[in-house]
């Protein structure tokens, strides 16, 4: 048992430094001042040259090798440290602390680009960028598809072909279902004006709604919302437009979904390789399933009319009317924005650009020209301004290549995850008219989220749900909500 202890001791202050170092990602998105963005960046990079010795520190192997595992949780353990530690001594300590500078710096000179419309002033960073994650990624492929490589520090067990083949798959029906829709009427969108203050008094109460424990985190603003930490401490963010609420209000519930999920894993394993969501896919279909499936349902929209027309007044939308306002289809530029028709083709899109990127069939320079003739195929609109298009997203000033398509993959999850959540409460919409979601959450935390990775992601799916994956009950549920709210 030496051997076990000695590497679970080890690895713990692992996790314990690697969520300081995620608090400084946090602080420098909300409360950093904006002088500080090079020192910041070079604590980053000291900060990651520590955990990179930890992870590759030769002692690991000699543990894993002489590490005796009783319990399911100690071979996960055993397991997910093992894998860790044979993808970080693939790649030079040097490497690893300049990705961490750089992206930390970058990140600033994406937001400056961005607000400027000025796809020129970020694009030298992105190369160098680019070209990191490139020697990177060549490095852990091992002669193998680097692309592959990259997707597996966000959905391990997953490559390219197979999500190739699922977007495939998905794509003809998703494109049926929004060429009927373009001849539906649409009802008209909110007007009016909702203070910042009422936005986020009433986010706060959502995310309490849906079960988000403030003792344990809190909600700020960030450029682009995201939700950082596990275990106790969790932190969620979100954006304000004072003439659009529906943005604050779901982008705050999609961040509780991810979360809940990590202050609901078991605290037995905080600080553990357990103690995190297993995957990004995983994590998105915790995010995806509150937002939409949950959320965006007849009930909810319903009582969220309710406290919406308590917080600003009267609305310019009725109550039975909320649910099709709330789901409205149109064609759009931003991701983050998009109805669930359109989401995943969105995804597709930065899927096939990232995969040109590291298979040398597009390089950063031909960037937003690519980006700008892919949407004008698949979407029929041109894109009008950079901030619309190649500059709208956060995750390539990050380094985030091989993130996106978990994106799809989490709504291919919740989509699982709903069918078997109605098969097995069939008293949920009136839960969700009362605004009592709890029903759900406590089905969610039960089957999936108090396990954090005790399971690996296609598993811990599998697990919740008994049954296998499949594409099929998020298009079967796209299809029938917005047939049912459009006639079509």
């Given at each position: 048992?030496?051997?076990?202890?000695d590497?679970?001791?080890?690895?713990?202050t692992?996790?314990?430094?690697?969520?300081?170092?995620?608090?400084?990602?946090?602080?420098?998105?909300?409360?950093?001042?904006e002088?500080?963005?090079?020192?910041?960046?070079?604590?980053?990079?000291?900060?990651?040259?520590?955990?990179?010795?930890?992870?590759t520190d030769?002692?690991?192997?000699?543990?894993?090798?002489?590490?005796?595992?009783?319990?399911?949780a100690e071979?996960a353990?055993?397991?997910?440290?093992?894998?860790?530690?044979?993808?970080?001594?693939?790649?030079?300590?040097?490497?690893?602390?300049?990705?961490?500078?750089?992206?930390?710096?970058?990140?600033?000179?994406?937001?400056?680009?961005r607000?400027?419309?000025?796809?020129?002033?970020?694009?030298?960073?992105?190369?160098?960028?680019?070209?990191?994650?490139?020697?990177?990624?060549a490095?852990i492929?091992?002669?193998?598809?680097?692309?592959?490589?990259?997707?597996?520090?966000?959905?391990?067990?997953?490559?390219?072909?197979?999500?190739?083949?699922?977007?495939?798959?998905?794509?003809?029906?998703?494109v049926?279902?929004r060429?009927?829709?373009?001849?539906?009427?649409?009802?008209?969108?909110l007007?009016g004006?909702?203070?910042?203050?009422?936005?986020?008094?009433?986010?706060?109460?959502?995310?309490r709604?849906?079960?988000?424990?403030?003792?344990?985190?809190r909600?700020?603003?960030?450029?682009?919302?995201f939700s950082?930490?596990?275990?106790?401490?969790v932190?969620?963010?979100?954006?304000?437009?004072?003439?659009?609420?529906?943005?604050?209000?779901?982008?705050?519930?999609?961040?509780?979904?991810?979360?809940?999920?990590?202050?609901?894993?078991?605290?037995e394993?905080?600080?553990?390789?357990?103690?995190?969501?297993?995957?990004?896919?995983?994590?998105?279909?915790?995010?995806?399933?509150?937002?939409n499936?949950?959320a965006?349902?007849?009930?909810?929209?319903?009582?969220?009319?309710?406290?919406?027309?308590?917080?600003?007044?009267?609305?310019?939308?009725?109550?039975d009317?909320?649910?099709?306002?709330?789901?409205?289809?149109e064609?759009?530029y931003?991701?983050?924005?998009?109805?669930?028709?359109?989401?995943?083709?969105h995804?597709?899109?930065r899927?096939?650009?990232?995969?040109?990127?590291?298979?040398?069939?597009?390089?950063?320079e031909?960037?937003?020209?690519?980006?700008?003739?892919?949407?004008?195929?698949?979407?029929?609109?041109?894109?009008?301004?950079?901030?619309n298009?190649?500059?709208?997203?956060?995750h390539?000033?990050?380094?985030?290549?091989?993130?996106?398509?978990?994106?799809?993959?989490?709504?291919?999850?919740?989509?699982?995850?709903?069918?078997?959540?109605?098969?097995?409460?069939?008293?949920?919409?009136?839960?969700?008219?009362a605004?009592?979601?709890?029903?759900?959450?406590?089905?969610?935390?039960?089957?999936?989220?108090?396990?954090?990775?005790l399971?690996?992601?296609?598993?811990?799916?599998?697990?919740?749900?008994?049954?296998?994956?499949?594409?099929?009950?998020?298009?079967?549920?796209?299809?029938?909500k917005?047939?049912?709210?459009?006639?079509?």
């Open positions: 048992m030496a051997a076990l202890d590497l679970l001791k080890h690895h713990r692992t996790e314990a430094l690697g969520q300081v170092m995620g608090r400084l990602g946090w602080d420098q998105e909300t409360m950093m001042p002088g500080a963005a090079e020192q910041r960046g070079e604590e980053m990079a000291a900060l990651e040259s520590v955990l990179h010795n930890r992870r030769p002692r690991v192997g000699e543990w894993l090798a002489g590490a005796v595992a009783s319990s399911d071979k353990q055993v397991r997910e440290i093992a894998r860790s530690h044979a993808r970080a001594v693939k790649v030079p300590g040097e490497l690893a602390a300049e990705l961490a500078r750089l992206t930390s710096v970058s990140q600033g000179i994406w937001a400056k680009a607000a400027a419309d000025d796809v020129a002033a970020f694009l030298p960073t992105l190369k160098q960028v680019v070209a990191l994650r490139r020697e990177e990624a490095a492929a091992d002669g193998g598809d680097p692309y592959d490589a990259l997707l597996q520090d966000y959905e391990p067990g997953t490559t390219a072909g197979e999500i190739s083949d699922l977007f495939d798959r998905m794509r003809p029906r998703l049926a279902l060429d009927r829709l373009a001849g539906a009427t649409m009802p008209a969108p007007t004006f909702f203070p910042e203050a009422a936005q986020m008094d009433l986010s706060r109460e959502v995310a709604t849906f079960g988000y424990d403030f003792n344990n985190g909600l700020d603003l960030a450029v682009h919302p950082s930490g596990s275990g106790a401490d932190r969620i963010t979100t954006r304000v437009d004072e003439g659009e609420p529906f943005g604050c209000l779901y982008s705050t519930i999609h961040e509780v979904g991810h979360a809940t999920y990590e202050q609901n894993i078991a605290p394993f905080r600080l553990t390789a357990l103690g995190q969501g297993v995957s990004m896919g995983v994590h998105e279909s915790q995010s995806r399933i509150y937002e499936q949950l965006r349902s007849a009930g909810f929209t319903q009582y969220l009319h309710g406290r919406m027309a308590e917080h600003f007044g009267p609305l310019s939308a009725s109550a009317d909320m649910e099709r306002v709330i789901n409205r289809v064609t759009g931003i991701r983050t924005e998009a109805d669930e028709v359109h989401y995943n083709l995804i597709m899109l899927f096939d650009l990232e995969r040109q990127l590291f298979g040398g069939a597009l390089e950063v031909d960037l937003e020209e690519a980006w700008n003739a892919r949407f004008l195929k698949d979407f029929g609109i041109a894109v009008d301004h950079p901030s298009g190649v500059l709208q997203d956060v390539w000033s990050v380094g985030l290549f091989g993130y996106f398509p978990t994106y799809a993959l989490g709504n291919v999850y919740a989509g699982c995850l709903h069918a078997a959540l109605r098969r097995d409460l069939p008293d949920l919409d009136a839960s969700l008219a605004g009592e979601p709890a029903p759900a959450l406590e089905w969610l935390r039960e089957r999936l989220q108090r396990h954090g990775g399971r690996p992601p296609r598993e811990t799916i599998r697990h919740a749900t008994g049954a296998e994956i499949s594409e099929a009950p998020l298009l079967d549920y796209l299809d029938a917005y047939g049912a709210l459009f006639g079509v």
